[in-house]
């Protein structure tokens, strides 16, 4: 599975970003999906995952209220939106994809690149 994530830009606190993440290959629909991020000189951090079916979902308690993740399986993409966007929200976010429930860098099985998020104050 490649995967390419999109959306990411410049916008100031309290804006709105929607991410995608457009999926290569026939599976995947099978593949739990999920959103990480990496701001400068901190670890990779969960953000949200939604199961294959899109009847599951999870989020960090830093985006509960504010983020969204869903997806599309006819079109191979997932999204993230996210609303209410404050300064420490600033990152790389990656999405990912993964056979088993996505919590946590090891359950992930695919990375894409990143796209960059920054929220001004």
């Known amino acids: 599975v490649q995967l390419q994530a999109s959306g990411g830009g410049l916008v100031q606190a309290g804006g709105s970003l929607r991410l995608s993440c457009a999926a290569s290959?026939?599976?995947?629909?099978?593949?739990?999906m999920g959103w990480f991020r990496q701001a400068p000189g901190k670890e990779r951090e969960f953000v949200a995952a939604?199961?294959?079916?899109?009847?599951?979902?999870y989020y960090a308690d830093s985006v509960k209220g504010r983020f969204t993740i869903s997806r599309d399986n006819a079109k191979n993409t997932v999204y993230l939106q996210m609303n209410n966007l404050k300064p420490e929200d600033t990152a790389l976010h990656y999405c990912a994809a993964a056979r088993r429930p996505i919590t946590t860098m090891t359950s992930v099985d695919y990375w894409g690149r990143g796209t960059q998020v920054t929220v001004s104050s």
């Open positions: 290959g026939r599976t995947f629909s099978s593949y739990n």
């Open positions: 939604i199961s294959w079916s899109g009847d599951w979902l």
